[in-house]
């Protein structure tokens, strides 16, 4: 059976990628192994640390900067994260500083929220009800 292993999001500095979605939205980094200029940086959710990872993937190549600008331009996020209550992860990441373009939404049979991920990314978080 297939199966998800790594999905990728491009960012315009891994470093504060890694500080970002470690510190603040609490993944654990798992891979960090030098791959030329960059690195191969990934993490992954603690309550799942053998599930898919996450590469923050540098947006060098103008094709990643251009669809990473124009997803952002148009409020599209790149990537969506579980969580299990949106109104309270809400509340936790604005009180670390994170900026959201969508506050919790009760969409019916999801709630959503959009968040800023300081790399250049709108990042939706969704629960459903």
Same mark, same amino acid.
């Given at each position: 059976?297939? $199966?998800?292993?790594? &999905?990728?999001?491009?960012?315009? @500095?891994?470093?504060? =990628?890694?500080?970002?979605? &470690?510190?603040?939205?609490?993944?654990?980094?798992?891979? %960090?192994?030098?791959?030329? @200029?960059? $690195?191969? *940086?990934?993490?992954?959710?603690?309550?799942? +640390?053998?599930?898919?990872?996450?590469?923050?993937?540098?947006?060098?190549? +103008? =094709?990643? $900067?251009?669809?990473?600008?124009?997803?952002?331009? @148009?409020?599209?996020?790149?990537?969506?994260? =579980?969580?299990?209550?949106?109104?309270?992860?809400? %509340? $936790?990441?604005?009180?670390?500083?994170?900026?959201?373009?969508? @506050?919790?939404?009760?969409?019916?049979?999801?709630?959503?929220?959009?968040?800023?991920? &300081?790399?250049?990314? *709108?990042?939706?978080? =969704?629960?459903?009800?």
């Amino acid at each position: 059976m297939i $199966r998800i292993n790594l &999905t990728s999001i491009h960012v315009d @500095d891994q470093a504060k =990628a890694l500080a970002f979605y &470690t510190d603040t939205l609490g993944f654990s980094k798992k891979t %960090d192994e030098p791959v030329g @200029d960059a $690195r191969w *940086l990934t993490v992954v959710s603690p309550a799942d +640390p053998d599930g898919v990872e996450l590469l923050l993937e540098p947006n060098e190549h +103008p =094709a990643a $900067r251009a669809y990473q600008e124009a997803l952002t331009a @148009d409020g599209i996020p790149a990537a969506q994260f =579980a969580v299990d209550d949106v109104h309270a992860e809400v %509340d $936790r990441l604005k009180a670390l500083g994170v900026e959201f373009s969508q @506050d919790a939404t009760d969409l019916g049979p999801v709630v959503t929220a959009v968040l800023d991920d &300081t790399c250049g990314n *709108l990042v939706q978080l =969704a629960a459903l009800t």
